[in-house]
């Protein structure tokens, strides 16, 4: 999602499409990546269950779009639209979507290292960009 809201900023063309109070539950791949090593080295610690891993941040999706094209260097306001006008992806998540990881928190001792987006998006900006294809 950040990657698109960056290429957005870029083009000069950022739009939110419905609920702006929407929050939903955000994970940095390397803290996925950590929750995934730690179900490897201890397959029984989990055997059976149902994980679900994200940080506890509650942040709107709006402001991390704000944080996201301010990082990409647009200075203008973001447009907001109705779910409908999204399509199908927009419309299914425009709600809350909150989830705890406070199992992976007791089976797996696993909690959150990396920064919230919010903390420093001008890095996530940079490494986006970095990994984006020369034109």
């Known amino acids: 999602m950040t990657g698109q809201w960056f290429a957005a900023a870029e ?25 995934y090593v730690r ?4 397959p029984r610690a989990v055997d059976g269950e149902t994980l679900v891993i994200a940080d506890d941040l509650r942040i709107t ?12 260097g647009y200075t203008g306001d973001i ?5 409908e006008a999204g399509g199908m992806m927009q419309r299914a998540a425009d709600q809350d979507e909150l989830v705890t990881s406070a199992k992976a928190h007791r089976l797996l001792g696993w909690r959150p290292r990396r920064i919230a987006f ?12 970095s990994a984006q294809p020369a034109t």
Not at 61 to 72: F, N
Not at 79 to 83: C, D, K, M, P
Not at 122 to 128: D, M, N, V
């Open 11 to 35: 083009a000069k063309n950022p739009v939110f499409f419905g609920d702006t109070t929407k929050r939903w539950s955000w994970v940095h791949v390397d803290d996925l990546a950590d929750a």
């Open 39 to 42: 179900i490897l080295d201890n």
């Open 61 to 72: 999706a709006l402001d991390m779009q704000h944080a996201a094209v301010r990082a990409a």
């Open 118 to 129: 919010t903390d420093n998006p001008e890095l996530h900006y940079r490494a986006w960009k």
């Open 79 to 83: 447009a907001l639209e109705t779910a």
